[in-house]
């Protein structure tokens, strides 16, 4: 079925051929500007200009499915649409005796589109393909530019969450940064109930339980439940006798987190991260600072790769039980960069994108080093014969897909675009 948005989107894209235009009237018309999209109440277009016939008209268009749209939207008493000098329809099915005594021409636009357009949209708007683009999508339909402009997109998506965390950190760059990283240390399951533990206490607190081994990930495994009931762990005993003397010194709250096990290898465990994000703040007390300063993924890898869980973990991947095997649980290089794409780099353009001439230059060059991703989502990509060569591209696939491809908004998208204007078939 077509839509009204699809005909919105076929004049402002110019899919319609302005070769041989005539209005109901067999006047000639010529298409010189589409004029600016409205998205708001009012004209579809603004100050659009066109020729009939040798007249020059600027003013505003009105698109719809049928002429008898435009008494049914109620148009013919609104005086923001007097200014319509052109009524656009698919297919003309009533008279308008309003737009034929203020000689508002209309244009009957089903003979001008082309079929095979009409035919992607039908196809593309039913599709339960992974990508619904599927079939007509080339490797280079998605450019450099594509790949830096969709990269740059989702770290302002980013950027707008991290305001929004400084209004309720009063501005505390290292506090916000915390929680940036708890969330990515996370990873996708465990990635807002731990930055929800990381909320559940004051950041003024955090830095005062950093300078005692261990508090910090006490409170980790108190406020996640690990030390509650009957232990039987001589260890465990201990932390909770730690717990509840820090409890009463600092007033923890009094709630419980639980994180997620479920989908994640051992080494991903809840357990495990929040000791090494403890530790990686004992470490690091000025951990903004020192992530701002680095020059590349080297440099992260160096400083990040000699953070380890507790001596607790050795033995253990769960909390009050032993594994076979014993090992220091550390940082992998795979998960370091993990951390830098999602809370290290993210941050350092939230701080720097304001006053900072060559940041977009630097960043791009900085996750140009990284190795892309492989997941699910790149998987899709890669199946069409689109293989990102490092990091940045594989956040930008990750991040059109998830916003475009997942909700169909092929007509939103610069990829669609270039389907619907290209002549191959799906």
């Keep these: 079925m077509i839509t009204e948005y699809f005909l919105q989107y076929a004049w402002h894209f110019r899919l319609i051929s302005n070769e041989n235009l005539r209005t109901v009237t067999g006047e000639k018309l010529e298409i010189i500007s589409t004029g600016k999209w409205n998205h708001n109440a009012g004209p579809d277009f603004l100050l659009a200009q066109i020729k009939i016939n040798e007249l020059i008209f600027v003013g ?34 009533t008279d308008i005796p309003c737009l034929t005594k203020a000689n508002i021409p209309e244009l009957v636009i ?17 599709s339960l ?37 400084s209004l309720t950190n009063k501005g505390d760059i290292e506090a916000i940064f915390f929680l940036e990283m708890a969330y990515a240390f996370g990873l996708s399951v465990n990635a807002e109930i731990f930055r929800q533990i990381a909320e559940s206490i004051d950041f003024q607190v955090i830095k005062k339980l950093i300078k005692s081994p261990n508090a910090l990930e006490i409170y980790f495994m108190g406020i996640c439940g690990w030390l509650d009931g009957d232990l ?44 090494q994000l403890a ?14 300063e680095v020059k590349g993924i080297r440099d992260c890898v ?18 009050g039980k032993l594994s076979k095997s014993q090992s220091p649980k550390v940082l992998s290089e795979s998960f370091i960069e993990r951390i830098v794409i999602n809370a290290i780099l993210p941050m350092r353009y939230h701080f720097y ?4 001439v060559n940041i977009y230059d630097d960043l791009w060059s900085f996750i140009s080093t990284i190795r892309p991703e ?20 594989s956040q930008a696939l990750i991040y059109h897909y998830k916003i475009f491809c997942q909700n169909k908004k092929c007509l939103h998208c610069e990829v669609g675009l270039k389907i619907f204007k290209n002549n191959e078939h799906f």
């Design 302 to 319: 160096t400083i990040l790769s000699q953070i380890r869980a507790s001596t607790y973990w050795v033995s253990r991947f769960t909390a």
């Design 353 to 356: 994108k304001d006053f900072e």
């Design 232 to 275: 039987q762990e001589t260890e465990l005993q201990s932390f909770k006798k730690e717990y509840t003397y820090l409890k009463q010194k600092f007033n923890f709250p009094d709630i419980r987190i639980f994180p997620k096990f479920s989908k994640l290898r051992p080494p991903n465990f809840p357990g495990i991260r929040l000791s």
């Design 60 to 93: 505003d268009v009105e698109i719809h499915i049928k002429t008898s749209d435009w008494l049914r939207h109620g148009h013919s008493q609104d005086p923001a649409y007097e200014t319509t000098i052109l009524h656009v329809v698919y297919e003309k099915d």
């Design 374 to 393: 492989s997941n699910g989502i790149i998987d899709i990509w890669n199946r069409q014969g689109i293989n990102p060569t490092h990091a940045g591209e």
């Design 129 to 165: 393909r992974e990508l619904p683009c599927e079939g007509s999508l080339h490797p280079e339909y998605l450019d450099s530019i594509f790949y830096q402009k969709k990269f740059f997109e989702k770290l302002a998506k980013k950027s707008e969450r991290i305001t929004k965390e």
């Design 279 to 292: 530790t990686l703040y004992e470490t690091h007390s000025s951990l903004f600072s020192t992530m701002m």
């Design 110 to 126: 089903k003979n001008y589109l082309p079929e095979d357009s009409i035919r992607k949209f039908y196809h593309i708007t039913a």
